[in-house]
């Protein structure tokens, strides 16, 4: 079965720590996404990428950064985490090319405090 | 950019109903629609999708119906079960090089027995 996997379901950090949340994927994808959820406000785009070393900004990169330095492997980085990034976040991937759907990873639950 | 409205926010019904979810777009150029159910705990998971060189397609008790003029297209779960409940999302794209999805702020679906 193919998956997506982020590294952590919940993580708890301090106000002012460099986060990192990992997503590997299995299939061979070369498009990889992390999006945001939260209330009311449904998935939001962070970040993508569309091959190895590459990056593209979403809707809402501020506060954010990416790494991809292996294709099945696409890295979020919290520079210096704060109390508004406390969210739901979620790794997808696909095939190149427009008009393939995503496959989700289950989520990390990151709570700044 | 692109601005995916999806209606209702939350809706209930009773087991054996049917449930209709609704969605506009606003960039003529998307012609790539999918729906996502994600259920308590877990990610978002492609259901059915639909591209705008078909009205309509179905896939058991499921179908999407889209009109290309009005730039809408909706969900139909017919004979709902309990396990239909969920939050479900549309999303947009347009087929050019590195479209990404546009996703609506979903709609919790509740059946009850």
């Known amino acids: 079965d193919v998956k997506v996997t982020q590294s952590s379901r919940y993580l708890v950090k301090r106000t002012g720590e460099k986060v990192f949340l990992e997503c590997v994927q299995d299939?061979?994808?070369?498009?990889m996404f992390w999006y945001r959820q939260d209330p009311g406000l449904g998935l939001r785009l962070i970040y993508f990428s569309y091959d190895v070393k590459m990056k593209e900004k979403g809707d809402i990169p501020e506060g954010y950064s990416v790494s991809r330095e292996k294709k099945e492997r696409f890295s979020l980085i919290l520079e210096s985490a704060s109390t508004n990034q406390t969210s739901m976040y979620l790794c997808a991937s696909s095939l190149s090319g427009p008009n393939y759907g995503y496959t989700f990873g289950s989520g990390t639950r990151l709570t700044v405090v | 950019g692109e601005n995916v409205e999806q209606h209702p926010s939350t809706l209930s019904v009773q087991e054996g109903d049917s449930a209709v979810i609704k969605c506009t777009y606003s960039d003529s150029a998307s012609n790539y629609f999918p729906w996502y159910k994600q259920e308590l705990g877990k990610g978002p998971q492609l259901i059915i999708d639909?591209?705008?060189?078909?009205g309509e397609k179905k896939d058991q008790r499921i179908a999407v119906t889209l009109n290309k003029t009005a730039k809408h297209f909706s969900l139909h779960i017919t004979e709902t079960q309990p396990e239909d409940s969920a939050v479900y999302f549309c999303a947009a794209s347009m087929n050019s090089g590195y479209s990404t999805l546009t996703f609506g702020k979903g709609t919790m679906l509740l059946v009850s027995p």
């Open positions: 639909i591209r705008s060189n078909v």
């Open positions: 299939m061979d994808h070369e498009n």
